[in-house]
C-alpha cells in the first residue's frame, strides 16, 4: 500500500516538480513539529502572546503541507516563506537576536534556490531580500538575551531543528537526483531498444545487426577465422497476410523468430532484416557448416505446427548462406547471401543454397 500511495502522489506532482516537492514535504513537517514545540516553550515561559502566534502558525503549515501535497507548488512555498519571515522578525525584535531564530531564514533562501518553479531573477531577489532581512534583524534587534539563560536554550533548539531540516533537505534532494537519474537512464534505455530492436520479432534490426557484423569483420581481420551470413525468407508470405491477416502474419515472424533463436548458438545472432527476411550471422563456421545449420533451422521450421485461432498455417523459408573471407566488404558478403536466397527462391522454395 505504500508502494501505491508514493505512486499515485509521484502521478500527481509534475516530475519537473517532484525534488522540490520531497524537500517541502519534509520541510513544511518540520516546521509543523518546531511550531508545535515552540508553542509549548513560550507557553510554560508565559509568554502566551509568541505561543498563540506558533499554534495559528502551526495550522499555517499543516495547510502549506496539504497544498504542498496537491501539487499546489507555488503557493506553498509563498506561504512558508512569508511565515519564515515573519517568524524570524518577531522572535527577533521580541527575544532578540540571540535567541537564533534568524538561523530559519538560511533554511529558507536554499529552499528558494531548489525551487524549480522560480525563475532565476526571482530567485535571486529572494536572496537578496534575505540578506537584506538578515542584517535588518542583526542591527535593530536586541542585541543582548532578553530571556536570559533562556535564550541560550532557544538558540541550541534552533541550531538542532535547522540542522535537522538541512540534513532533510539534503537526503532528499539526493534521492530524488537518483530517481531523475534512474529514470533518465531508463529512458536512454528504452530509446536505445527503439533504435537496435525490432518491435515485433524482438529481435536486434537491420542496423544493429550491421554493427554486428563490422565486429565480426574486424576480428576477421586478426585471427583469419571466417564467418558465414544466412539469409532466410519466408515462402508465400504475402499468401499468408492477405489469407489469415495481418495480425497471423505478426504471429508467424515472432514464432519463426523464436525458433531461429533455438536453433542456433548463444554466440550466434540473428536479425529482423525487414518485411519477411531474417538474417543469420554464425561466427567462425564455414561454408558447410553453415549449411548444416540452415537445413537445421529449415527443418525445424518445417516440423513445427503455426496454429493461430485454431488455424494450422503452412509456413516454409527458404534459405541462402554465404560465407563471409577476408579481402570483400559487408556488402560483398550480404549480396551472396542474398543471391544464393535468390537461386533457391528460383529452384522452387523450402531449401538451403549455399553462395559459390
Known amino acids: 500500500m505504500k508502494t501505491d500511495k508514493k505512486t499515485n502522489t509521484r502521478e500527481l506532482i509534475q516530475p519537473r516538480c517532484y525534488r522540490f516537492y520531497l524537500v517541502m514535504n519534509w520541510f513544511s513537517l518540520i516546521s509543523v513539529f518546531s511550531h508545535v514545540l515552540f508553542s509549548a516553550v513560550f507557553a510554560y ?117 535547522m540542522a535537522v531540516m538541512l540534513g532533510f533537505i539534503g537526503h532528499y534532494f539526493e534521492v530524488s537526483a537518483r530517481g531523475a537519474e534512474a529514470e533518465l537512464l531508463s529512458t536512454n534505455k528504452a530509446l536505445l531498444n527503439l533504435a537496435t530492436t525490432d518491435p515485433v520479432t524482438n529481435l536486434i534490426n537491420r542496423r544493429n545487426m550491421m554493427l554486428r557484423i563490422e565486429q565480426e569483420r574486424e576480428k576477421l581481420s586478426m585471427n583469419y577465422r571466417p564467418f558465414v551470413l544466412i539469409m532466410i525468407d519466408i515462402d508465400n508470405f ?7 491477416g495481418h495480425d497471423c502474419g505478426d504471429f508467424v515472424l515472432v514464432a519463426i523468430a523464436e525458433t531461429i533463436s533455438q ?61 563471409c573471407e577476408r579481402n570483400t566488404g559487408i556488402g560483398v558478403w550480404i549480396r551472396k547471401a542474398d543471391q544464393a536466397l535468390y537461386e533457391g527462391k528460383q529452384a522452387g522454395k523450402n531449401r538451403v543454397t549455399l553462395a559459390q
Open 263 to 323: 536453433a542456433i548458438r548463444k554466440q550466434d545472432q540473428v536479425a529482423r532484416w525487414g518485411g519477411d527476411e531474417f538474417l543469420v550471422m554464425l561466427p567462425e563456421t564455414d561454408l558447410i557448416g553453415g549449411g548444416i545449420v540452415a537445413e537445421k533451422i529449415r527443418n525445424k521450421i518445417l516440423r513445427t505446427p503455426f496454429v493461430f485461432h485454431d488455424l494450422t498455417v503452412p509456413v516454409t523459408i527458404t534459405l541462402g548462406v554465404g560465407l
Open 238 to 244: 504475402k499468401h499468408v497476410n492477405d489469407e489469415y
Open 45 to 161: 515561559l508565559k509568554l502566551f502572546d509568541m505561543a498563540i502566534y506558533m499554534a495559528f502558525a502551526t495550522l499555517l503549515w499543516i495547510g502549506i503541507h496539504l497544498l504542498n501535497q496537491r501539487g499546489i507548488h507555488k503557493t506553498a512555498y509563498l506561504l512558508g516563506m512569508l511565515e519564515t519571515f515573519a517568524l524570524c522578525s518577531l522572535t527577533s525584535f521580541a527575544l532578540g537576536w540571540q535567541s537564533g531564530f534568524y538561523l530559519y531564514i538560511l533554511v529558507g533562501v536554499l529552499l528558494t534556490f531548489v525551487n524549480s518553479k522560480l525563475s532565476t531573477l526571482v530567485q535571486i531577489l529572494f536572496g537578496v531580500f534575505s540578506a537584506v532581512l538578515l542584517v535588518y534583524l542583526f542591527t535593530f534587534s536586541p542585541p543582548d538575551p532578553v530571556l536570559g539563560v533562556y535564550d541560550r536554550y532557544l538558540t541550541a533548539m534552533n541550531l538542532i531543528i
